[in-house]
């Protein structure tokens, strides 16, 4: 009876870290994606300052991010956003409008990506 007791304790353990770091990258994410939409938004309007200092402080708050995602999610993931971030800076340094939407598009889709592959459903557990 104590070893039921003891594996169902640690299985209702087990379940709540998985519920509770699932949530904490969904508000990660979440954050990342508030930003990916804002930087979005400053590069139509051609507001490269604002864009660009944005742009800076997506780049501390991945840094930040990335630390817990790396426990979770493929390196690759990763190294695909932190070479898009560095693009976009440069492309908003330089004020090229089609290739920041579309760096910011990407960021966006692979964001989105982590987030669809953290989710708890049947095709991820399977």
């Given amino acids: ?3 039921v007791l003891i594996a169902f ?3 209702v353990i087990m379940m709540a870290g ?4 699932v949530n904490i ?3 990660k994410c979440s954050k990342l994606q508030d930003l990916n939409c804002t930087l979005e938004s400053y590069i139509i309007k051609e507001k490269y300052q604002d864009a660009y200092e944005l742009s800076l402080t997506y780049i501390a708050e991945w840094k930040k991010t990335s ?10 993931d990763l190294d695909n956003i932190d070479s898009e971030i560095l693009k976009l800076t440069q492309y908003i340094k330089i004020k ?4 920041g939407l579309a760096t910011v598009h990407v960021m966006k889709y692979l964001v989105d990506h ?6 708890v459903s049947i095709s991820n557990i399977f």
């Fill in 96 to 99: 090229d409008k089609s290739e």
């Fill in 67 to 76: 630390k817990l995602l790396t426990i979770y999610t493929h390196h690759e």
């Fill in 18 to 21: 998985i519920f509770l770091s």
């Fill in 1 to 3: 009876m104590k070893n």
């Fill in 25 to 27: 990258i969904n508000v």
């Fill in 9 to 11: 304790s640690l299985f």
């Fill in 114 to 119: 982590i987030m669809s592959h953290e989710k």
